[in-house]
């Protein structure tokens, strides 16, 4: 594990700190002709020796993976992201190179896992009430409310696209984690944290309605994820 985070720092210091964002912006526009994905290798393979202590004596063999690996997922993505799918390839390509360390890790350390360890009953219980903090939450919220939609509430050319629904999930996850850690106080605090960037809105409108309407939404929200984070804790002590 210890040889991992090795890896692991190298890439973080490689790829996110000293990687800036104008050398991302020259290996998107010239590829594999872009000098700066050669620096940016070069950097990698300079904390990659760092954190070996430049002894690459033991560990040569995941040396050469993981820079060669590193080279080839980096090109790969360059020619195949467009656009609209930058994002997806951000995580499938930091995915596959997190597959790598973990590939070259195990040439000198033996970190299988069995299907009984990753699967265990505490696991699936937790993925269980993810799945019903993140989805089914969000469509019981919308069922419950859509019945009010008032009608002056009208699409804002100024709001991100689906910002609401992200805040929603992540509204709920940060409730869920506080309570399952006990963290009741911070729960407060989020709600009044969301109630001063909503005051603006709500009074600018002098909607009666919306502001009702966003207050029920907000209250669901919470109040689902506080139910789910107790349901979570009850269920676990009888595992």
């Known amino acids: 594990m210890f040889l991992f985070l090795k890896f692991l720092l190298a890439h973080i210091l490689g790829d996110f700190v000293f990687q800036p964002e104008k050398w991302v912006k020259n290996k998107e526009e010239k590829k594999v002709k872009s000098v700066k994905l050669y620096y940016h290798i070069g950097i990698y393979v300079l904390f990659l020796l760092l954190v070996l202590q430049f002894n690459l004596k033991e560990h040569w063999l995941g040396f050469l993976l993981i820079v060669v690996s590193h080279y080839f997922i980096d090109v790969l993505k360059l020619y195949l992201q467009k656009k609209k799918t930058k994002r ?36 699936l219980l937790l993925i269980t009430f993810l799945l019903l903090v993140i989805f089914v939450s969000a469509i019981i919220i919308k069922i419950i409310i859509t019945q009010w939609n008032p009608e002056s509430k009208k699409e804002n050319d100024d709001s991100l696209a689906k910002a609401g629904r992200y805040i929603g999930i992540l509204e709920r996850l940060f409730v869920f984690t506080f309570v399952i850690t006990n963290h009741w106080e911070a729960i407060g605090f989020l709600l009044a944290a969301k109630s001063v960037f909503r005051f603006g809105d709500l009074t600018s409108s002098k909607d009666r309605k919306l502001t009702e309407y966003i207050l029920i939404g907000t209250l669901l929200s919470f109040g689902i994820a506080i139910f789910l984070g107790v349901l979570y804790l009850y269920t676990l002590k009888l595992i």
């Not at 590939?103 to 696991?123: C, F, G, M, Q, R």
């Open 88 to 123: 997806v390839w951000f995580f499938v390509d930091q995915m596959l190179h997190l597959l790598f360390l973990v590939i070259a890790t195990s040439l000198y350390v033996d970190i299988s896992l069995s299907a009984e360890n990753l699967i265990t009953d505490k696991i």
